[in-house]
């Protein structure tokens, strides 16, 4: 199976920027499509952006669409997400999944159909 470890969370200040990593190791990477998702205190884990295995369709949640860019180096095994003009909606933390099926339709944005997780980055919005 594949392991995931996420980096690159941290303190910002509304509209900055940050980039998270995952570093995928154990399997192919290739073989795996990928999510984002992120989970705030007292509320349930939502999808942010997914991308397919080779990365050449991309999908991210309707929220964060112009700010967020998901993408991948298959050569590096990971995946990144590119955040600009962050809000304080966007504290939460976050976690890279992988899934070895193929994306069908908008199945992406089911965090259940993702069996392998890390362990998840903190985003941290100051005013």
């Known amino acids: 199976q594949v392991q995931l470890v996420e980096s690159g969370g941290g303190l910002v200040q509304a509209g900055g920027s940050l980039r998270l990593s995952c570093a995928a190791s154990g399997r192919t990477f290739s073989n795996y499509a990928m999510g984002w998702f992120r989970q705030a205190p007292g509320k349930e884990r939502e999808f942010v952006a997914a991308?397919?295995?080779?990365?050449?369709?991309?999908y991210v949640t309707t929220s964060v669409k112009g700010r967020f860019t998901i993408s991948r180096d298959n050569a590096k095994n990971t995946v990144y997400l590119q955040m600009d003009v962050l809000k304080p909606e966007d504290t939460a933390t976050y976690y890279c999944?992988?899934?070895?099926?193929?994306?069908?339709?908008?199945?992406?944005?089911?965090?259940?159909?993702?069996?392998?997780w890390g362990q998840g980055t903190q985003v941290t919005l100051s005013s």
């Open positions: 991308i397919s295995r080779g990365g050449s369709s991309t």
């Open positions: 999944a992988a899934r070895e099926s193929n994306i069908v339709g908008m199945d992406y944005i089911n965090y259940r159909l993702y069996p392998y």
